[in-house]
């Protein structure tokens, strides 16, 4: 019988009732032997995330103000599920050390990390299983930098000795015990590093959605469902900001061929959507796969006369954003031409520097900056050697009215991205999607 890595996000942990369902699903399949889980979400609407509050006491001790009432909220939270569940825990002795460590001066990582080791402890306990800490398994090196192959050795040779087991996710911690934790949403990538280590049938996510829709439901009424999708698509439309699961734990289990299932905690009949390495019998009928976006990015558009020519031009362009440390999202070219796409976030401010560094150092006939710009992918195998792709696309954003400001299309013919103004995200959109997986009439 294979196994199953079952990793639960925080609007699955987020009170009794919540872990109450989690036990249900856990218990429904003898297959699902480890659970990761994070810090608990938001209940409702105006709540709190515990590792929210956690990271507000650190701010409060930064400002020296004191933390004790934040503090206790999250202590309440805690104490409310272990109630509600019936469980005798001693979680008081938890809540006194980690106040002491605050107070000592903990780290943020550290402050941060304890809403996943709580939740951890307190779902171990109401499900019997055994608890495992990441500390000493998930590994970083003193500078910060996760090691990969050290982390799966130690996990491999812990878990071994655990029939069941659950697991905090998001953080690991350095060679000298400190906690170093991942990016926010980084309870994934722990859930996909425990599905490697043990060799898992499946790695499945349990959130608040029932997997993949080609588009997002906030802008296309009632988008269709993805039940299957390649990790190349998942990669290119979680980077474009399809955010159901953080875009760094496909690796580890693309690596080891895991197939990745999105479930949702509230509809767990629902079969969600599988991520493989390939799809087999992809439906002929089905053109795209998915469409996702992002707004706020700003294009560099640089002109010089004979820059074919002209070795090391775009060395010298990218090692001035490099100087900055600002990543590069796209770099369509021309002849005489490139256009430089970076995200406005990260420009940081820096825009005005940047643009005197360029034409101090490249010498441009001409720079031109274009703002408030939106990059759409839209992303599907069944692009690749498909006649009138392209077409159908930038028909419908001509139908629906929408200037196309940027056209990049990547080598492996799966997606094409283009940029719109901010003003036409929504419209181009839902173009797309009515061009692609509307009715016949529509089409």
Not at 73 to 92: K, M, P, Q, S, T
Not at 114 to 138: C, H, P, Q, W
Not at 314 to 343: A, K, M, Q
Not at 355 to 371: A, F, G, H, N, T
Request: with cysteine; hydrophobic share 40%.
């Amino acid at each position: 019988m294979g196994v199953k890595v079952a990793k639960f996000g925080g609007s699955s942990v987020a009170d009794a009732i919540q872990l109450a369902k989690v036990k249900s699903i856990v218990e429904s399949d003898p297959q699902r032997k480890y659970v990761v889980v994070s810090a608990p979400g938001k209940r409702f609407h105006e709540d709190n995330k515990i590792t929210d509050l956690l990271y507000l006491c650190k701010t409060h001790l930064d400002h020296n103000i004191g933390h004790e009432q934040v503090f206790q909220v999250i202590c309440d939270r805690f104490r409310a599920i272990v109630f509600n569940l019936g469980l005798n825990l001693d979680i008081e002795k938890e809540f006194e050390e980690i106040d002491r460590n605050i107070r000592a001066g903990a780290s943020e990582d550290y402050i941060a990390s304890r809403g996943e080791y709580l939740t951890a402890m307190i779902t171990a306990a109401y499900m019997g299983f055994d608890f495992v800490d990441t500390k000493g398994l998930v590994t970083f090196d003193e500078r910060g930098r996760f090691l990969d192959e050290e982390t799966d050795k130690r996990l491999r040779e812990e878990l071994k000795k655990h029939d069941k087991a659950v697991i905090p996710g998001f953080y690991g911690s350095k060679p000298s015990g400190e906690i170093k934790t991942f990016s926010r949403g980084g309870s994934d990538i722990t859930g996909s590093l425990v599905a490697r280590a043990v060799d898992a049938e499946t790695y499945e996510n349990w959130t608040d959605v029932s997997g993949f829709l080609v588009a997002d439901p906030r802008i296309v009424n009632d988008p269709r469902p993805i039940e299957k999708i390649s990790y190349m698509e998942l990669r290119e439309l979680s980077y474009m900001g399809a955010s159901v699961l953080h875009e760094d734990a496909i690796y580890p289990a693309r690596a080891s061929d895991i197939p990745i299932n999105i479930r949702n905690t509230n509809e767990p009949e629902h079969l969600g959507t599988t991520i493989i390495a390939e799809v087999e019998n992809h439906d002929a009928d089905k053109v795209i796969t998915g469409i996702a976006g992002s707004k706020d990015f700003l294009v560099i558009a640089i002109y010089k006369n004979m820059m074919s020519a002209e070795v090391g031009f775009i060395r010298r362009c990218l090692t001035i954003l490099e100087d900055y440390s600002i990543p590069v999202e796209h770099l369509p070219s021309g002849i005489d031409t490139i256009s430089i796409v970076l995200s406005r976030k990260k420009v940081n401010g820096k825009l005005d520097e940047i643009i005197e560094e360029m034409k101090r150092r490249l010498q441009p006939d001409s720079i031109d900056v274009y703002e408030d710009m939106s990059l759409i992918a839209t992303v599907g195998r069944g692009m690749s050697k498909r006649q009138g792709v392209s077409a159908t696309l930038f028909g419908a954003l001509y139908k629906a009215g929408v200037n196309i400001r940027m056209i990049d299309q990547g080598s492996s013919e799966m997606n094409i991205i283009v940029g719109v103004k901010n003003d036409d995200f929504e419209k181009a959109i839902r173009a797309i999607y009515d061009a692609f997986e509307g009715t016949p009439e529509k089409k």
